[in-house]
Each structure stands twice: as structure tokens, then as C-alpha cells.
């Protein structure tokens, strides 16, 4: 399967904990994304990688979020201190253009206590 | 602020008839435009995309039409399917950079 992987697929924690999400991006794709989605809403957008470099984030993201792609292969998405209200989907998509077709991964889902 | 928006959050169509879902938006500067089909516990699935050069792109039985003007965008799927039944998300963009999803719209194609 070469489609987009996400690791965990759900995660359980307690308020003020750290928790960090990896995405493994279709290979060869040099975009990749990441995204929030709560209930009756579509996914929002948080950051984005071309290659290694973080080209542009959201001010949904606050300073508690960190997202790395080293050497351009796959990302981690960190939260620091997390709170009831991260609790969300996080999606990775990834995709081989600037103007092509996002590929999602399935999600984690976060929740915290 | 929603610069996307998908005004009806359902549509149930019979199987076999014409499906339209409806997305507005508010910058005039997106130029690309993306439908998403998702299901339940699944990340979301391309669909197709239109370029703000065009008014029409069609694949298959997915069409999707641009009104620059009106600031719509609407996908028509004929003929509509049960397996077609998920939720729908409009996207935009500016520059195919930062991408802004509408809350979607549940469709239902009733056998």
C-alpha cells in the first residue's frame, strides 16, 4: 500500500500531556500538510512542507504546536501541554504539485481528559 | 471566518437521478477548486478539481461548474449511486498553497 500513513490512529491523554503524531507521505510527493477537523466541520488547515522546508502555518497554530519534516520524508506533529480543546482529527496529506490532488492519510484521532 | 461555505449540511436523491451539491465562497483571489468525498473513518478522497480559468471540468460522472462571478461552485454527479452516499467537501485555494474546506454536505442516494 503506497498511500499516506498515520501513526497513531487514536490517541488518548490527559490535559497538560505531550503527544506527537507521525505522517508517512506518499513517496516522492514533495508537498505535505497537516490538518484539523472537529465534528460537523471540514478539515482546517494548520501548516504545510515543501520538502524539509515549513512554508507557511496557520494562526490556529499556536505556539504549543510544532510540526517538523526532516529531510522531506515523513512529519511529526507535536502539541505541548495539551488541552480539551485539541481534542480533534488530525490529518497528513500529501501531494506531488503545488496545483495537484491533496492524498489524505486516515487521521488520528486525539482525544484528551 | 468561513470563506468557504456548504450551505446544506444534507441531500438525499433517488438512485439514478442527478446529485447537485452547492459551495459559496468569499476571496476573490482562489483560483483552484477541489471536491472531496470522505467516509466514515477514512480520510478524505479526491474527486476532481477545476482551475479558475475554467467554468467546467468533467470526469466521468462527476461534473463540476464554476461561476467566477456568483462565487460558486457546484459538483453534479449523474447518475447518483448508493455508493456514492458520504459526505462532500468543497475546497479552495489561493496559489495552491493554504487550502479552505467548506463543513460539507452529507449525501444520501436512496436505492
Known amino acids: 500500500d503506497t498511500g499516506v500513513s498515520q501513526d497513531p490512529r487514536h490517541k488518548i491523554t490527559k490535559r497538560g500531556q505531550n503527544v506527537t503524531f507521525r505522517c508517512d507521505p506518499i513517496?516522492?510527493?514533495?508537498?505535505l500538510y497537516w490538518y484539523r477537523q472537529t465534528l460537523g466541520q471540514g478539515p482546517e488547515f494548520l501548516t504545510y512542507f515543501q520538502n524539509e522546508a515549513q512554508l507557511e502555518k496557520s494562526r490556529l497554530l499556536s505556539d504549543r504546536f510544532s510540526a517538523e519534516r526532516p529531510k522531506g520524508s515523513f512529519s511529526t506533529l507535536e502539541i505541548q501541554r495539551t488541552e480539551q480543546g485539541d481534542s480533534a482529527m488530525y490529518l497528513c496529506?500529501?501531494?506531488?504539485?503545488?496545483?495537484?490532488?491533496?492524498?489524505f492519510g486516515p487521521g488520528t484521532r486525539l482525544t484528551v481528559t | 471566518d468561513q470563506q468557504v461555505k456548504q450551505n446544506s449540511p444534507s441531500l438525499s436523491v433517488q438512485e439514478g437521478r442527478i446529485s447537485i451539491l452547492n459551495c459559496d465562497y468569499t476571496?476573490?483571489?482562489?483560483?483552484?477548486f477541489l471536491w472531496y468525498k470522505k467516509y466514515p473513518a477514512e480520510g478524505p478522497t479526491f474527486l476532481i478539481s477545476?482551475?479558475?480559468?475554467?467554468d467546467k471540468n468533467e470526469d466521468g460522472r462527476f461534473t463540476v461548474f464554476l461561476n467566477k462571478s456568483a462565487k460558486h461552485l457546484s459538483l453534479h454527479i449523474v447518475p447518483s449511486q448508493p455508493g456514492d452516499s458520504a459526505v462532500y467537501f468543497c475546497?479552495?485555494?489561493?496559489?495552491?498553497?493554504?487550502?479552505?474546506f467548506g463543513t460539507g454536505t452529507s449525501l444520501t442516494v436512496i436505492p
Open positions: 513517496s516522492e510527493h514533495n508537498r
Open positions: 476571496n476573490s483571489m482562489f483560483d483552484y
Open positions: 477545476i482551475s479558475s480559468i475554467k
Open positions: 496529506a500529501s501531494s506531488p504539485a503545488r496545483y495537484g490532488e491533496q492524498y
Open positions: 475546497a479552495a485555494s489561493i496559489t495552491g498553497n493554504q487550502f479552505y
